[in-house]
């Protein structure tokens, strides 16, 4: 066979534009796909940092949550002692406002016993008087 040695220059050079831009496509794809893994690395990283802020954060309120359920129950159990000292002393003043009332009754009662000895005493005095002035009466005669 017979061929040209332009063509042959010609199938040549078509093929070393071809390799030169297969190696050029190939290069660009790799620089391509270098840019995507470093961009998704970059995304990773962030994205992980930001799950590890939502991690901590997370601890963090978890952490609130356990103190203000201790502070919770602390002021509950406060509130349950100050409503059973209240009604501890509602229970006294409620028994002295009782003692007080049978105190009063008996002091009324004390009282007018004492106008009834007291009246009383004042009527066997005027008796006594009366019989010591007629008594006195009868000896002097």
Do not use: H, M, P, W
Not at 22 to 50: G, M, Y
Not at 52 to 58: I, S, Y
Not at 125 to 134: D, N, Q, V
Request: glycine share 2%; aromatic share 4%; charged share 30%.
């Amino acid at each position: 066979l017979l061929v040209d040695a332009n063509i042959l220059n010609r199938v040549e050079e078509l093929f070393k534009r071809l390799q030169e831009t297969l190696a050029q496509a190939i290069q660009e794809e790799d620089n391509a796909e270098a840019e995507a893994v470093e961009s998704f690395s970059t995304s990773r990283q962030k994205l992980q940092d930001q799950l590890d802020g939502l991690k901590l954060a997370e601890k963090s309120l978890r952490d609130n949550i356990s103190n203000y359920e201790q502070i919770i129950a602390k002021a509950n159990n406060i509130v349950a002692q100050a409503t059973a000292k209240r009604e501890r002393n509602q229970n006294l003043l409620n028994s002295a406002d009782q003692l007080c009332s049978t105190f009063e009754s008996e002091y009324k009662i004390a009282n007018e016993q004492r106008k009834e000895e007291l009246a009383l005493l004042g009527k066997l005095r005027a008796i006594i008087e009366k019989k010591l002035k007629f008594s006195s009466g009868v000896t002097s005669r």
